[in-house]
């Protein structure tokens, strides 16, 4: 095992939906610290934290101001030097979020490029006269609704923005740029981070004729394969390896949408020295409807087990993929992937919980999974949040695209508030997450739903969550084992096996609320070799005949 991240799960905090010290209603560094005890008990090793630099939280921090300072919501830098050291006692590593790809426009380095045309700063940020129309420089919609351009009276320019208007993108064309990036990075590595989480790095080289993009029907341009893996985007990534990773033996994930499977093992071949390992999101696109994840539809097991395949297939031998059903963008991997329903919530968790787990890569865990948080399912449009939820439910029901009613039923689903409610801790008042107003509502569920209730109950699936990230450490079959889909065709059950030297495992999920007969003939499934099973049984007839409970997920393992 060449990396000392192979062996490890990693677990996502949210910072603002953590754990609140101060009562303000906001979850902050100490909060953090208070609950490292409960993440050492989960056997987690290192924390991926989403940003919590000084921010104007136009976009929860995802829009840095300074990189050098921390957010007041959520402490001090003192706090966070705490926190890296208490850490080490429980031999937790810290990953750092990295947004680099925009800065917020409170950054000094945009408040001086917006001054004038010949301020040293100016180059920093993507600037374009208006076209002959004097309408925007082209026609790119912002991912968070409306025109990518936002227009700015005193140079009477144009700067660009793939996401916010609060979120100018930087241009990294600029040598200058690049460098004081890498200083900062440096600074953060000085620090005693082990590692990044580079937001959106695909996105950091722009083609540079800025072409027009293919109309939509909400009648903004597809920009994305203009600033998607742009022409100078891997020489960037060597770049940044070379003057800030090289030597320090760091963890480093790339967040990456709209991947291709070759721009993937280009990116983590570890021979190019560019990053670790990629996230892609592939699988959490599926059942998109007209409007994209607005308009929620039905999808087949087939499809996630063919792109999961894909990237298991691919990835095998050069790369390195990381495995998540969930994050703070995406629902709650129950809600999403299994069912929520009161019957059926935690076994179809354990068992989303054991499919992932058992891919090769390295498994995320997003706060609260491993305690089996759902969507909270907010009916009205005042209880969320999201700047993305906001924007979208103006423009898709002014542009009349959707009605309420349709456009509510989508936000329910697929809006990224439904994974960024406070993390519940117990039953008391606001789930024991703070004792002030929080910031979003808590979801209503928290008295079935919570750590406390989990960490009581041995049969919980936190305690599942807990045996899965000790087998990673002791059987290195789960973290290098080949994989090789079974069934592929198969509707129902998602079946796989994984290989290394004389040793096997085979892996059974049943991804349906109905009970199934399987037939495995080819492989060696019996009683005496099951590792891990949701159920406390497994029916096995003869020849091999397998009756899966509803949600069941059982794992044999074989030695020859
Ligand atoms: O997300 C990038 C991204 O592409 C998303 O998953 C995004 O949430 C989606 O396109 C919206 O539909 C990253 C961060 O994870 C996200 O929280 C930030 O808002 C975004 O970058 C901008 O920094
Ligand atoms: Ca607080």
Redesign the pocket.
């Known amino acids: 095992m060449d990396n000392w991240w192979k062996d490890k799960v990693v677990y996502q905090i949210y910072p603002r939906s953590f754990k609140d010290s101060n009562g303000d209603g906001i979850g902050d560094i100490k909060g953090i610290i208070q609950k490292l005890p409960y993440l050492a008990e989960l056997g987690i090793n290192i924390i991926w934290l989403s940003p919590v630099y000084d921010s104007p939280d136009d976009?929860n921090g995802?829009d840095i101001r300074d990189y050098y300072s921390i957010n007041e919501k959520f402490g001090t830098m003192e706090d966070l030097e705490i926190l890296f050291e208490y850490a080490k006692q429980f031999d937790i590593k810290i990953m750092m979020d990295m947004?680099v790809n925009?800065t917020s426009d409170e950054h000094y380095w945009f408040k001086e490029s917006k001054k004038s045309k010949q301020n040293p700063y100016r180059d920093y940020y993507i600037w374009k006269d208006p076209n002959e129309e004097n309408e925007p420089p082209n026609n790119w919609g912002s991912?968070f609704g409306g025109s990518a351009w936002e227009y700015d009276e005193t140079t009477k320019q144009y700067y660009l923005h793939i996401?916010g208007k609060k979120?100018p993108d930087l241009n990294w064309e600029n040598e200058k740029l690049r460098k004081e990036i890498y200083e900062m990075m440096n600074f953060w590595v000085d620090k005693g981070v082990s590692g990044f989480r580079l937001?959106?790095i695909n996105m950091i080289s722009k083609q540079q004729d800025f072409p027009d993009g293919l109309l939509r029907e909400n009648g903004w341009g597809k920009g994305s394969p203009y600033y998607y893996n742009g022409p100078r985007i891997h020489e960037f990534l060597q770049e940044m390896n070379k003057e800030v990773f090289d030597g320090n033996d760091l963890i480093v994930v790339g967040?990456m949408?709209r991947l291709s499977l070759e721009d993937a093992i280009k990116y983590t071949d570890s021979a190019r020295n560019e990053i670790d390992m990629v996230f892609h999101?592939e699988h959490t696109r599926l059942g998109e409807g007209e409007q994209g994840k607005w308009t929620p539809q039905e999808w087949n097991l087939t499809e996630l087990k063919e792109i999961l395949s894909e990237w298991q297939y691919t990835l095998n031998d050069v790369g390195w993929n990381s495995l998540y059903w969930s994050n703070?963008?995406q629902p709650r991997a129950i809600s999403r992937f299994g069912n929520d329903s009161k019957k059926y919530r935690e076994i179809s968790g354990k068992m989303l919980a054991i499919c992932l787990h058992f891919h090769k890569g390295t498994p995320y865990i997003y706060q609260g999974e491993e305690i089996g948080m759902i969507n909270p399912y907010f009916k009205k449009i005042s209880d969320y949040r999201d700047t993305?939820v906001i924007n979208n439910y103006k423009q898709l029901i002014s542009d009349r695209l959707l009605n309420h009613e349709d456009m509510m039923k989508g936000i329910k689903e697929r809006s990224?508030d439904t994974a960024r409610t406070p993390m519940q801790w117990n039953s008391q008042d606001y789930a024991g997450f703070t004792d002030g107003i929080p910031w979003i509502p808590i979801s209503d569920n928290y008295l079935i739903i919570n750590a406390e209730k989990a960490k009581n109950d041995e049969d919980s699936i936190f305690y599942l969550y807990k045996e899965l990230i000790q087998l990673r450490k002791e059987l290195p079959i789960i973290v290098e084992g080949k994989y090789d889909i079974i069934y592929p065709e198969d509707e129902d059950v998602y079946a796989f096996s994984r290989k290394l030297d004389t040793e096997e495992l085979i892996i059974i999920c049943n991804f349906t609320d109905k009970e199934l007969s399987k037939d495995l003939q080819n492989f060696k499934i019996n009683k005496e070799n099951i590792l891990i099973n949701n159920y406390d049984s497994i029916v096995i007839n003869q020849n091999n005949k397998i009756a899966l409970a509803p949600y069941q997920s059982v794992v044999f393992y074989n030695k020859f």
């Open positions: 976009d995802y947004v925009h991912s996401f979120q937001d959106v967040e949408p999101f703070h963008d993305e990224r």
